[in-house]
């Protein structure tokens, strides 16, 4: 039924892209917070490489990242910049271009789900 | 709870942790010359505040909140005065321990927290809103 699988795959992206958004606002939040470490999601490929063993969730004090259920993994980044005195490894600028990415994607995202959904509609409208 | 609804939060939480800051920094600023009231009296002391992330149980983001407020250890500056009530027997007067220019930076850099924390609520609004129009039909 689903061609080419393409609205699951657009699915899972726009989840990890939400995730992605809160991991920049979480960042961002705690921009002067003595001791964070900025924290990033793993990349989408690798989400994409993992096949199925993710572990699930069976109390429900057991936590996943944003409460999605498709336990996307963040990380605190690498950093090599300068250490400031507070520990602090968030570069604002960074995060903000992370966030145009994250908005970039997500509006390709929607506009190719709403393409594809056109074409369904036409087809079924005949 | 929704990523994008819980990045809403945690900005929102961000916004609340800076506009606390802002309002140590006035108080700072707006007590940068109050003496004490009798001879030898210690003078206003600086304030200051410190962050704390935190995880939300709720969310599963990492919050941000104002761990403590505290007084600035560092010594007060002393003028000679005479005539000032809050003058010791030598004439000096001890002035509070507040840096306009530090504050000033403060204040600066709170405010640029703020709108990049007001920049992450609009977009998160924006993606919300897109995810809502895929159902409009166009």
């Known amino acids: 039924m689903e061609p080419v699988n393409l609205f699951d795959l657009a699915m899972r992206q726009s989840q990890w892209l939400a995730v992605r958004q809160t991991a920049i606002a979480g960042n961002v939040a705690n921009v002067n917070t003595p001791g964070y470490l900025a924290r990033d999601v793993e990349p989408f490929e690798k989400v994409l490489d993992r096949t199925g063993t993710v572990p699930g969730s069976t109390q429900p004090g057991h936590m996943g ?57 036409s087809v079924s409208k005949g | ?58 969310s599963g983001g990492s919050l941000v909140d104002v761990s403590a407020i505290d007084r600035d250890p560092s010594a007060f500056r002393l003028e000679f005065e005479p005539g000032n009530i809050a003058a010791d027997e030598n004439g000096y007067v001890k002035l509070p321990n507040v840096n306009v220019l530090i504050e000033m930076a403060d204040m600066t850099e709170a405010n640029r927290s703020y709108e990049a924390n007001l920049q992450v609520i609009r977009q998160a609004r924006d993606l919300i809103s897109m995810t809502i129009d895929l159902m409009r039909t166009s």
Do not use: C, W
């Open chain 2, 1 to 58: 709870m929704d990523a994008l609804t819980a990045s809403l939060r945690i900005a929102a939480s961000g916004l609340g942790a800076q506009s606390e800051r802002l309002r140590v920094v006035s108080e700072n600023l707006a007590n940068a010359q109050s003496t004490g009231n009798f001879p030898g009296a210690d003078p206003y002391r600086r304030k200051t505040v410190t962050f704390v992330s935190e995880l939300d149980r709720i």
């Open chain 1, 65 to 121: 990242f944003g409460a999605t259920e498709a336990s996307f993994r963040t990380q605190a980044q690498e950093y090599n910049g300068a250490i400031l005195p507070s520990k602090n490894t968030v570069v604002i600028e960074n995060e903000l271009m992370k966030a145009g990415e994250v908005r970039r994607a997500f509006e390709m995202n929607t506009a190719i789900v709403r393409a594809f959904h056109g074409m369904l509609l």
